[in-house]
């Protein structure tokens, strides 16, 4: 209670402070107007910069390798992370949420959830007393602003991580970073260029009807953070009452605007994750398909120890699997048994054929088919 009282008083105080629309007006005209687009467009404002064009960030802290486990929600990103942290040289907790310069999450009620309210990238983005520090102040003024802010997210980002390693005996430390936007990779180039990326790749079907069980689990009705839409409840609730009897309707699971918001977010982030990914962190940069971990786990698991430098031994690798089983992880059940309630839900791959109806075919087709053979799943948009 005293924390929250402390709290309300540092945003009251805060709340008197000049406005960031009153700060950019005092930049440059040009500045002004390009950065107050970007506020409307629900970008932090930078004096009106260009982020993708600024020089890497440069190593100030540690040589100890980092990497980050990267993929869209609901494509085996906690699996692996477990799996890696399983292995007795790596560390992988997650998730961070360092980078993501746009994220922030909306209707946000600090005291009503203890999940992040904005990635750390943000965070320091949008601080406006930062901001105002870094213009004014003798340390910073030679220079760009929004460098030193990538630079304060880097050094920022290596402590985290650093201190969690120096309390385990392990060699190696990486975070599990959900896909929140589309500019993952561009982001970790420039301020992480020597870190290495693990992006974990999943059938968009697939991810689509897993990830509408989450929302469902964690909707703002059932104490969570997701916004469920008209039409949304009534599918929820005929679905745990009888699964069979909704996709008899010919409706199926998705209401249009869900499916389609899905198949386009699978679309934009995993191909241009796997487009900038060997463009920009070239042999750091690797991809492990969700369906080949499930098929042979322990040639993947081996592979990606390599990648990161860490033992290869069949021991190493087999304790690394093993600490994430399907069964262990969903206390007791064989894969293919379904939870709708667990996060391990059902552990399978091609299970959209079960839930598409033939309506929401056509709209994936027409959202991501192309990114589907481009990426092997399919061979031709006859599906």
Known sequence: TGLRDAARDLRSRLGKAPTLTKAVARLPKDAARVGLARMSEGEPVLGGRDRTRRNPVRALASNTPVFFVTGLGKSGTSWLMRMLDGHPEILCKGEGRFFAADWRRANFD?????????????????????????ERSVWAREGDAATHLDNLTRLATEHFLLVRLRETNKKLVGDKSPLLNADFIEEVSRIYPEAKVIHIIRDGRDQAVSMLHHVWNRSTDQGGVQTLKPG????????????????????????????????????????????????????????????????RPNQEVGRLAGFLGADTSEKAVQQAVGSASFEKLSKGRERGQEDTSSFYRKGIAGDWRNYFTERDREIYKDEAGELLIRLGYERDLDW
């Open 110 to 134: 600090p005291e009503g959830t203890q999940a992040l309210a904005s990635s750390l990238y943000y965070a320091l983005l949008g601080s406006e007393y930062l901001r105002l520090w870094i």
């Open 232 to 295: 949304e409840f009534e599918r929820r609730d005929i679905y745990r009452k009888d699964p069979k009897k909704l996709l008899q309707t010919g409706e199926g699971m998705f209401t249009e605007e869900r499916l389609r918001g899905a198949a386009r977010s699978w679309n934009a982030r995993v191909g241009k994750t796997a487009q900038d990914g060997p463009a920009l962190l070239g042999p750091n940069y690797t991809e492990v398909r969700y369906e080949d971990l499930l098929e």
